[in-house]
């Protein structure tokens, strides 16, 4: 896939480095382009690298994750303000594959498209908002219910592996800008924010499912004594 910069869609200021950074538009100008038949790829600095670079791991997993939300969505089961929630959450999910693919940058240097603390900050509200309502758990839920929910779980699940593969990345290539001929390193907000959007997805598989929807898991022990076997 071909991806070229067209205009520049929004120059932002980031607070924590007072650094303006461009914002621009993409345009897929070609599908399919050959370049990867050697099992190379380009990151988001246009830097070469292997397709089985944890980097790309880790954004591969964050385009799956974003996938299956899209199913669930697709289901036309979920209440609106679950909708509405899951759909800023598409859009932030290609912010953060962004993120991942584009090495941390030396100070001084347009940072790029980051994840930062008010997307996290923004998840956590959510997760409050839909969570403090909903009754304690006296164990463990098993997947399933509705199938806007069953698909939840499986977002749910693809989120948490994209977290762990983005900490694959991180401890290849550290959490801090270049120095010397080390390359930048991974944003560690973007790691947070796999850690807290897979919260929020387990807090919505049982707003969709409803107040009685949870499946519990049983322990052996307690499945033979209800079962009598």
Not at 138 to 149: E, H, K, Q
Not at 187 to 215: E, H, K, M, Q, W
Request: charged residues 25%.
């Amino acid at each position: 896939m071909r991806i070229t910069l067209s205009r520049p869609l929004d120059t932002v200021g980031d607070r924590r480095t007072g650094v303006r950074k461009v914002i621009g538009m993409v345009r897929l100008t070609r599908i399919y382009t050959r370049t990867g038949d050697g099992g190379e790829t380009h990151l988001g600095d246009m830097s070469v690298t292997a397709k089985t670079d944890p980097r790309v791991a880790a954004y591969g997993d964050v385009d799956e994750t974003n996938s299956v939300v899209g199913v669930a969505l697709a289901t036309g089961e979920l209440p609106a303000e679950v909708a509405e929630v899951l759909r800023s959450v598409q859009n932030e999910l290609f912010d953060l594959g962004a993120d991942l693919s584009n090495p941390l940058k030396a100070p001084g240097q347009p940072p790029g498209l980051r994840i930062e603390q008010s997307a996290i900050d923004r998840l956590e509200t959510w997760c409050d908002r839909f969570g403090d309502p909903l009754p304690s758990l006296p164990s463990f839920i098993l997947p399933g219910g509705s199938l806007g929910a069953a698909q939840l779980h499986v977002a749910r699940t693809v989120a948490r592996r994209a977290e762990r593969s983005a900490w694959s990345a991180a401890k290849r290539y550290g959490v801090e800008p270049p120095t010397g001929d080390s390359p930048g390193g991974v944003n560690p907000l973007a790691i947070t924010y796999l850690n807290r959007l897979s919260d929020l997805l387990f807090i919505l598989t049982r707003v969709v499912n409803g107040p009685n929807g949870d499946l519990l898991w049983l322990p052996g022990g307690e499945r033979i004594d209800r079962e009598g076997r």
